[in-house]
């Protein structure tokens, strides 16, 4: 292909690309010194694993490796430690650097289920900012002013509302800029909410005699829950290393809206499709939503494993059969009691993290028993059936994927 429809290749997708004319430009550049381009992507390990959100950057990284070009995927183990102002009301608490290790070895792993590790470099930018002086960094903070930092719309409602801000927490894009210098990167990536760094970067790259990079911004995916992005701290995530009927189930359980949302960002190529195949009647929008979850499943655990995920949840949920491997049997030998304290005893058959767990569960409907919503901590059982002789069992499922049978009155398993 040549330099436009590399550019239109790549283009697809993204939001911001900045300066608009700037990647043909790095793309003629890099073709007269016969050398790949150099893109950037960095991402602090705040949490252990990736979801599908960090998939949608990770998609674009892969298509500049079709093209040839080399990838550098940035741990921030040591942004990590300032945590990332983007979008937020109120300073990140800073992770350990055991927290920072052990998330930073699960990255490693899970971004080469999508990136090729031949054209990719693994760098972390301790590399460089733990080896800096203090007059290093006084250098570094001299190159952008506060004014320019107050700009960014989270610092700036944070100010105005008299929310504090931390000093360190300047230090994040201007760390992050300082990084492109460093590894000279051609191009960086980044979701919508990086757009104010990313920029950031490029200024930071001229103060130190590089060519500023050509920033690319892809969209945000919206979690679960359907309002906030996709975030592991907030609960509304699909992890990648999810086991496959733990994937699909989550994403059989988003909005049909939402569902449209996450074609067009998840399968771009497929969004158009289903959308007229949706307006015409010709596609149903719950078999439109297992289309997407199979594909995505097939992702990360191949078509075998999507295509049996998808025939369970079927089974389980439209036939409303529960097969044996899915339900774990707990059982005792006492009777049943008269009542049942439910969030000790949903902690204890180890359907949930805790009992305030449980209780936040009960209250939000996710707790069932015998197919029955229960938003009672206190539950009254019904103990025997009706020959007054078979021991009481209960069926109890905790959202859609943790489902228990109690049996009581019988020999311990």
């Known amino acids: 292909m040549g330099v436009d429809a590399d550019v239109a290749f790549l283009r697809r997708g993204a939001v911001d690309l900045v300066p608009e004319d700037g990647l043909a430009a790095k793309l003629d550049i890099a073709a007269r010194?016969?050398?790949?381009?150099?893109?950037?992507?960095?991402?602090?390990?705040?949490?252990?694993?990736l979801h599908l959100g960090h998939t949608v950057v990770l998609e674009k990284l892969r298509q500049f490796q079709e093209l040839g070009h080399t990838v550098i995927f940035l741990i921030g183990d040591f942004t990590a430690r300032i945590g990332d102002p983007s979008g937020r009301s109120e300073t990140r608490k800073p992770l350990s650097s055991e927290d920072v290790q052990r998330n930073a070895a699960t990255y490693t792993d899970q971004v080469f289920r999508m990136l090729s590790r031949e054209r990719t470099e693994v760098r972390f930018n301790s590399e460089w900012?733990?080896?800096?002086?203090?007059?290093d960094v006084v250098r570094l903070c001299s190159h952008y002013t506060v004014a320019r930092i107050l700009e960014r719309d989270d610092f700036e409602q944070r100010f105005r509302s008299n929310r504090p801000i931390g000093i360190h927490e300047f230090l994040y894009p201007l760390v992050q800029g300082y990084d492109s210098v460093a590894l000279r990167a051609d191009v960086e990536l980044g979701g919508t909410d990086q757009r104010f760094n990313l920029l950031v970067g490029r200024e930071i790259q001229k103060a130190y005699g590089v060519p500023p990079q050509v920033i690319m911004t892809m969209p945000l995916l919206e979690g679960t829950d359907g309002v906030q992005k996709m975030s592991k701290s907030l609960d509304n995530y699909v992890g990648v290393t999810e086991s496959a009927d733990d994937m699909f189930g989550k994403i059989m359980s988003i909005s049909d809206e939402l569902m449209l949302r996450w074609y067009d960002v998840l399968a771009p190529d497929a969004a158009a499709q289903v959308r007229g195949d949706l307006a015409r009647g010709t596609l149903h929008p719950r078999q439109a939503k297992v289309n997407l979850a199979t594909r995505q499943v097939a992702r990360f655990h191949g078509d075998d494993a999507a295509h049996a995920a998808a025939a369970r949840f079927d089974q389980r949920f439209q036939r409303r059969e529960l097969p044996p491997e899915l339900v774990r049997e707990w059982r005792s030998s006492d009777p049943c009691p008269a009542e049942l304290s439910l969030p000790g005893f949903l902690t204890e058959l180890g359907l949930t993290k805790s009992n305030s767990d449980a209780r936040r569960l009960i209250t939000?409907?996710?707790?069932?028993i015998d197919g029955v919503v229960v938003r009672d901590e206190r539950y009254v059982p019904l103990v025997q059936?009706?020959?007054g002789n078979a021991p009481a069992a209960l069926l109890i499922e905790v959202g859609k994927r943790r489902v228990c049978r109690a049996v009581f009155g019988a020999s311990p398993a």
């Open 33 to 49: 010194e016969g050398r790949p381009l150099r893109v950037k992507l960095g991402a602090d390990p705040s949490a252990p694993d």
């Open 129 to 135: 900012m733990s080896a800096m002086h203090a007059d």
């Open 364 to 368: 939000q409907g996710a707790v069932r």
């Open 385 to 387: 059936d009706r020959s």
